[in-house]
Structure formats: structure tokens, C-alpha cells
């Protein structure tokens, strides 16, 4: 016998028992995955049943047609009016601006650190870029507040423009800080698991870095990109703090980055705040919004998940 067939016998029961020790526990371990995962979909089917059912509660006593195309939002009013279209032009013109200064400034910073970075700048650029993201939303709305508005107001005057002290566009320039990071991380990791064989083969055209990105990395990375700003859009519309502290709580139906508005996650704070009857439309209506805010990040969701697909195929 030789001593790599010894060797081989002197391990063979420590494998066994390592074999049948997992055989014993795999069951187990399968049935803590399953039930995990039955815990998040229950979780979720619960949350959107109860908003559902208050919601409905809400809908008997005011009219849905009312509440979806109405034009003035005063719930504390009596009768209280309902109608959501003030919120809705809000939050769109706050994520808007958000998503406007955000994009830009999220996707270069990506191909920067993706494409043109050394991998010592990589390591302390990212980072620090990366720490705006763990700044409370608190912290921004001061700065908001106390900062960003202000230079607006002082500015608007200048040039002769009426702008609120409390403005959409104060509250959109904070927000797109807050969602730079988080456009540019998921946009870096994006661009940086595009094969590096497309890369080789454009170089081997002829074609330049500048080319290589714009028409090989950047169509390749679309999807992914696409998903990175759904994402940011999404976040955008569940902010409330910068929203509050920066651009007030006045339900005004415009489009003017000047004028104070408010949004939908705002209105929903401040009718849960304190303690309510859940038996008043008032109550009952910040279920009907959350509701409204839930369908449309679903329809965002929905939209990301179509745009990936078709171009996904078309990449692959």
C-alpha cells in the first residue's frame, strides 16, 4: 500500500461524517430560505392590504373622481377638500429638479471613476463621495433651510424675480445632493462589469476612448443605468425632511420653482402626526395617499423593468 492510498483511507471517515452532517442540515437550511422569503412576501402583501382597506374606508366617504382630479387640498378644512393633483404636481416638480441636477452630475462622476481614474484616485475620490450618502436627511434640510434658500431668495432679487422663502427649487437642488451618490455608485459598478472584451475589440477599430465610451460601454451599461436612475427617482419621491424644512407645506397647484409646494410623503407626516381618529376622512386620507405614492413607484418600477429587458436582449 502506498502512502497516498493510506492517506487517502485516513481521510475517508472525517469525509463521510462531513457528508452526512450536511445532508442532515441542508433540509433545515432550506426550510429557514423558505420561510425568510415567505416572511418578506407576507410583509408586503400585509402592509398593501391595510392601506388597500383604509383606503377604501377613505374612497366611501369621498368621492374617487374627487379625490384624483381635484384642484385644492385643505383636509383640516370644513368640508374638507381632497384632491391629490397639488400633492402630485409637488412631488413631480421636486423630483424633477432633483433628477435634473442629479443624472448629469451622478453618470460623469461614474464614468470618471470607472474609465479615467487612477485606481489611487478611485480609492479616495469614491469614498468621500460615497459619505454624502450617510448624511441625515435632517442635516440636509437645515442646510436647505438655512443655506440653499436664502442664496435663491437673495439671488431671485437680484435679477428681479418674486421667489417664496421656501421654495420647490431650494428643496430639488438638496434632494439631488442627497441622490448623487447613490446615481454614481450603482452606475460606477455598472459600467465597471461591462466585459472588457467590448473595450478591446472597439480599441481594435480604431476607435478612441471618448468613442469607446460613448457608443460601446454606455449602450452596453444602459440598462443597468436606467435602473440606477429609477432607483433615484424613487428615493426622491419617499423624501420628506428636505421637502418639510425646505419647500413648506403649502398645497399649491404650479409648476413654479419658485413657489412653496409640498408633496405627497409630507402630507401623509403631518396627517399621522399626534394623536388621530381613524374614523375621519381627514385620518383616512393619508392612507388614500400612500395608496397613490405606492402605485406610482410601482409604475416606475414597472417601466425600469421594461427598458432593462428590451435593451438587455439587445446587448446580450
Known amino acids: ?47 398593501v392590504l391595510s392601506v388597500v382597506y383604509e383606503s377604501l374606508r377613505f374612497f366611501s366617504e369621498v ?35 432633483a433628477v435634473v441636477i ?64 421656501e421654495s420647490a427649487l431650494a428643496a430639488g437642488l438638496v434632494m439631488g445632493m442627497m441622490i448623487v451618490p447613490l446615481i454614481s455608485s450603482l452606475s460606477d459598478d455598472i459600467i465597471n462589469a461591462v466585459p472588457q472584451s467590448l473595450r478591446d475589440g472597439s480599441y481594435a477599430l480604431g476607435a478612441t476612448k471618448s468613442e469607446t465610451i460613448k457608443k460601446v460601454v454606455l449602450p452596453a451599461a444602459l440598462p443597468g443605468t436606467v435602473s440606477a436612475f429609477i432607483l433615484a427617482t424613487s428615493r426622491a419621491i419617499g423624501e420628506t425632511m428636505i421637502v418639510v424644512m425646505a419647500a413648506g407645506l403649502a398645497a399649491n397647484l404650479t409648476f413654479n420653482p419658485f413657489a412653496a409646494v409640498t408633496t405627497v410623503t409630507v402630507q401623509i407626516a403631518t396627517l399621522l402626526v399626534g394623536d388621530q381618529e381613524f374614523d375621519s376622512a381627514k385620518t383616512l386620507s393619508a392612507f388614500a395617499l400612500g395608496l397613490a405614492l405606492f402605485v406610482v413607484t410601482l409604475g416606475l418600477n414597472i417601466i425600469a423593468l421594461r427598458v432593462v429587458r428590451k435593451y438587455k436582449e439587445q446587448y446580450e
Open 63 to 97: 368621492p374617487l373622481l374627487s379625490f384624483l382630479f381635484g384642484t385644492e387640498w385643505a383636509p383640516t378644512a370644513e368640508p374638507g377638500r381632497f384632491g391629490i393633483l397639488p400633492l402630485l404636481a409637488g412631488t413631480l416638480l421636486i423630483t424633477l429638479i
Open 102 to 165: 442629479a443624472g448629469p452630475l451622478g453618470l460623469f462622476s461614474a464614468i470618471y471613476l470607472a474609465e479615467y481614474a487612477s485606481p489611487a484616485a478611485r480609492r479616495r475620490i469614491k469614498p468621500l463621495l460615497e459619505l454624502l450618502a450617510g448624511i441625515p436627511t435632517v442635516v440636509l434640510g437645515f442646510f436647505a433651510a438655512l443655506t440653499v434658500a436664502p442664496l435663491i431668495r437673495h439671488f431671485g432679487e437680484l435679477v428681479g424675480l418674486s421667489v417664496a422663502s
Open 1 to 47: 500500500m502506498t502512502d497516498t492510498t493510506a492517506q487517502s483511507l485516513a481521510l475517508a471517515p472525517p469525509l463521510k461524517r462531513k457528508n452526512s452532517i450536511s445532508r442532515r442540515f441542508e433540509p433545515l437550511v432550506l426550510v429557514l430560505l423558505a420561510a425568510a422569503s415567505a416572511a418578506a412576501v407576507l410583509t408586503t402583501i400585509g402592509i
